[in-house]
């Protein structure tokens, strides 16, 4: 089976092909990043245009990437939520047309689900697992039982830890995304110069916290008493690094504990953040006082993607859980909903 997966819920028009047997076939990206970064964050307005002016052509291409034709894909998957409105419908529509075209099955999926399943493509990851799912809108601890069974540990009561980077590069005048660019710019900096709040810490749970964080970075960058001609800006980017990563890895090491009984067989991280190098560095400490192995898909795997859209429709459709025309495309999704949806219809 291979199949074809949409992605355009936020600011990448994405498309993957992808192999039952775990083969990626195609992963195309057009992204938007430079259109939104004139704004600071993604405009969902300018973004719903800008998937339905070239999503036709990431497909084609996608396509043509892996030498198929329509002919040789066996299903759809498109992204149906959470995310910007305008884009999941944009993404949706299209790949329920190809869908109804083709005569072909659709699997209607959860943008978080495949971000949680793309370590099951990468490296064979069995179920179950703790995944830490770290991106620009989220930001959580789950225990992955199966497709479709999740198990909430704990989340965030604001922020997401990429919205925090984010919030913060803007403040230090960089460019979006933020992550990417404080990671940069901390290379030069460092990481002990400040002590940054760490909210919820004394918590004896998995829940995050990361307004207080970015408060604390603004009051900082506009203190009267800047520090000149020293490494102002790199030392703070260097020091909210290393506080998001402590905070990320410490409650997942509560996580790993709280799942224990479960005996999960690995830690995955996932999403945008992911792809942070401090992060996964704590990480993997954290997995080894467990004894357990350390997952971080590859970056490009690791931020919005098609190939992992395209992975979960594998995941649903070889289960049989495909979706009717009528799927809703959704602003809001939590994961623990798809566990009772999955439930009803198996
Ligand atoms: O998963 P993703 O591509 O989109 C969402 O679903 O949100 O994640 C994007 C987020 C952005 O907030 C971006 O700043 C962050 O991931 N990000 C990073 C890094 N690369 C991307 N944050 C920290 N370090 C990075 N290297
Ligand atoms: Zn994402």
């Known amino acids: 089976m291979i199949i074809l997966g949409i992605e355009t819920s936020c600011d990448e028009t994405a498309v993957g092909i992808v192999s039952e047997d775990r083969r990626i076939l195609a992963n195309r990206i057009a992204s938007q990043a430079a259109t939104h970064q004139a704004y600071g964050g993604v405009v969902p307005e300018i973004a719903a245009r800008a998937h339905l002016q070239h999503l036709d052509h990431v497909v084609l291409g996608a396509l ?16 149906c939520g959470p995310g910007l409105i305008g884009g999941v419908m944009v993404g949706a529509m299209f790949g329920k047309a190809v869908a109804a075209a083709r005569k072909l099955p659709f699997a209607a999926v959860n943008h978080l689900e495949a971000h949680a399943l793309t370590a099951r493509l990468t490296d064979d990851v069995p179920f179950p697992y703790v995944l830490l799912l770290v991106s620009g809108g989220h930001c959580q601890l789950l225990l992955v039982r ?47 110069r ?33 520090p000149e001609g020293t490494n102002f800006r790199a030392d703070v980017a260097a020091s909210l690094q290393e506080t998001i990563a402590h905070i990320l890895a410490g409650k997942t090491a509560r996580a790993l504990a ?39 898909p590859p970056p490009a795997l690791c931020t919005d993607n098609g190939v992992m859209i395209a992975w979960t429709g594998v995941e649903r459709l070889r289960l049989g859980l495909s979706d009717g025309f009528d799927a809703p495309a959704r602003p809001r999704w939590p994961l623990a909903e798809l566990v009772k949806v999955a439930k009803t219809s198996a």
């Open 64 to 79: 043509d990437d892996a030498g198929l034709g329509w002919s040789d894909i066996g299903g759809i998957a498109a992204t």
């Open 258 to 296: 709280l799942a224990a009984h479960e005996k999960p067989t690995t830690l995955v991280a996932a999403g945008g953040v992911a792809a942070n190098k401090v992060l996964r560095l704590a990480l993997a400490k954290t997995a080894a006082q467990s004894s357990l192995p350390l997952v971080v």
């Open 146 to 192: 199966g497709v479709g069974d999740y198990r909430l540990l704990g989340g965030t009561i604001d922020d997401a830890a990429g919205e925090c980077f984010d919030k913060a590069a803007k403040l230090l005048g960089l460019p979006y995304p933020g992550g990417p660019a404080i990671a940069a710019l901390a290379e030069q900096g460092d990481p002990r």
């Open 194 to 226: 400040f002590a940054l709040p760490r909210p919820l810490m004394d918590q004896d749970n998995c829940d995050f916290s990361f307004s207080g964080l970015k408060t604390a970075v603004r009051r900082l960058v506009e203190r009267e008493d800047k």
